[in-house]
């Protein structure tokens, strides 16, 4: 069959919502995004509206155990800036994330051993307590089923854990002492115990292919992800992965793209790598299905020591700085910014005609 027909027919039926074959994932990630894109802008305003959500990222510690392939904060990158916020610090932040409107704080750690669940769960109950309005995302690792249990109940609303690749000997090669199926059970986990579960993948690691790209986008759609995070490979030169290609902006747009025709009333996220690697990477994933963008809350004297990848794109030397510019970014792609929490559960509560009437 050619591939033009494969194309047509495939699009078609991720608009009608049919579940779609690894060949067909392949050639419309093989093909120009064009008519890709602006079919993912569509169902992108159809289903969760102009609304650019917002949430303040706050980067508490750059203490990691692991030794992950790709990753700056590896354990054995001894060149690393290393920091740990207090938790007086990380309240400040948080105060500052509230201060700016803000309606989510996402905190987010390598699996840093001080930071143990019974200091975590003091955390969150405290924030909640000060701020019980404020949805609050956790990003630090692989747990016990206890453990998230613990943070749930402490208030916790939301559990970041990328799969990074659907492949698992790709996964173990990249991720040594850790298997695919663990971080697969703690997904699993997350969702049984009521998060607000958020997961994704890595575009471009090497030795990654396009039927491995498709195979990510049949596992999030099999999850059913309420929050889908999906950026570039960046190479780290204190990393095995030194020497690598960094992933293609194109063909992370169109795996945006896709994620929004699997999953469309999703939040998708616009990643750092991606602006990193495109100075426009903001609003071209904005474009490609993209509802939500995570503005640095972190203390600015630590952002650059929080280096998952080098040179990361900042909007500026503050949380106020960098908003001003995001709303800037947003209003001249046509978007405006959402307020409050802005939960993918509760997408059909919040009404574009309204917000536009008003």
């Known amino acids: 069959m050619p591939q033009t027909i494969i194309f047509d027919d495939a699009l078609a039926g991720l608009l009608a919502q049919e579940q779609p074959s690894q060949e067909q994932l392949v050639c419309l990630l093989g093909a120009t995004g064009g008519d890709l894109i602006a079919a993912a802008d569509r169902v992108r305003q159809q289903h969760v509206g102009d609304a650019v959500w917002l949430r303040g990222l706050i980067e508490f510690s750059s203490y990691c155990h692991h030794n992950c392939c790709y990753c700056g904060l590896r354990s054995g ?59 609050i995302t956790l990003s630090v690792g692989e747990r016990s089923y206890a453990d998230y249990a613990a943070l749930r109940q402490a208030g916790a609303d939301r559990y970041l854990l990328r799969f990074e690749t659907s492949n698992p000997e790709l996964y173990a090669k990249l991720h ?104 426009g990477g903001r609003q071209n994933g904005w474009h490609a299905g993209a509802n939500v963008v ?22 500026g030397d503050s949380l106020q700085y960098s908003l001003a510019t995001l709303v800037e970014q947003i209003t001249a792609a046509g978007r405006y910014v959402g307020q409050g929490p802005g939960s993918a559960l509760a997408r059909k509560e919040y009404n574009h005609a309204e917000h536009t009437a008003q």
């Open 176 to 279: 040594p002492g850790t298997t695919l199926a663990q971080r697969l059970d703690c997904l699993y986990h997350l969702q049984q115990l009521g998060y607000e579960v958020g997961s994704g993948c890595l575009v471009g690691l090497p030795g990654q292919t396009l039927a491995d790209l498709a195979n990510d986008l049949l596992l999030i759609r099999r999850l059913r992800l309420p929050m889908v995070g999906i950026g570039p490979f960046i190479p780290h030169p204190e990393t095995p992965l030194a020497g690598a290609t960094a992933g293609d902006v194109p063909l992370t747009l169109k795996m945006l793209a896709l994620t929004r025709l699997l999953l469309p009333a999703s939040n998708i996220p616009v990643t750092t790598a991606l602006a990193t690697l495109d100075g």
């Open 77 to 135: 990158n001894k060149k690393a800036g290393r920091y740990r916020l207090s938790p007086a610090e990380i309240l400040a932040a948080v105060q500052q994330v509230v201060a700016a409107g803000l309606g989510t704080v996402v905190l987010q750690s390598g699996e840093d051993a001080w930071w143990t669940t019974a200091r975590l769960v003091e955390l969150v109950q405290e924030i909640k307590k000060q701020y019980p309005q404020l949805a």
């Open 294 to 315: 995570m503005p640095n809350a972190t203390p600015s004297v630590y952002w650059q020591q929080y280096e998952l990848y080098p040179d990361k794109a900042q909007l």
